[in-house]
Nanobody, 126 residues
Framework: QLQLVESGGGLVQPGGSLRLSCAAS????????IGWFRQAPGKEREGVLC????????TFADSVKGRFTISRDNAENTVYLQMNSLKPEDTAVYYC???????????????????WGQGTQVIVSS
């Protein structure tokens, strides 16, 4: 059974940093595309960043370019979301999600993803 667990969220001041983790169990992360999504209060969930199984990265949210990066550690079976220069508008519940296909690509289309974590809350506030 595929399972994803996010961690690392919390309260941080504007300009601060957080690193979110998405730990996988029940499958080997190597074969999966992993996406990070977020949902701010009163808004629809949006795609943030994605990394495919070959290591290709795509940033979906223009607002995080230059501030957020995604990486994967296959040995740890974990994908990370490094968030720097955080802003109050980054406040959201962050989710990781996974899918596997016969070819590698990234997507911000939620229906592509077969497994989702429970989310981790990030609050950026002074």
């Amino acid at each position: 059974q595929l399972q994803l667990v996010e961690s690392g969220g919390g309260l941080v001041q504007p300009g601060g940093s957080l690193r979110l983790s998405c730990a996988a169990s029940g499958f080997t992360l190597d074969y999966y595309t992993i996406g990070w999504f977020r949902q701010a209060p009163g808004k629809e969930r949006e795609g943030v960043l994605c990394i495919d199984r070959r290591g290709g990265r795509t940033t979906f949210a223009d607002s995080v370019k230059g501030r957020f990066t995604i990486s994967r550690d296959n040995a740890e079976n974990t994908v990370y979301l490094q968030m720097n220069s955080l802003k109050p508008e980054d406040t959201a519940v962050y989710y990781c999600a996974a899918f596997a296909r016969s070819y590698y690509y990234c997507s911000d289309y939620e229906a592509e993803y077969d497994s989702w974590g429970q989310g981790t809350q990030v609050i950026v506030s002074s």
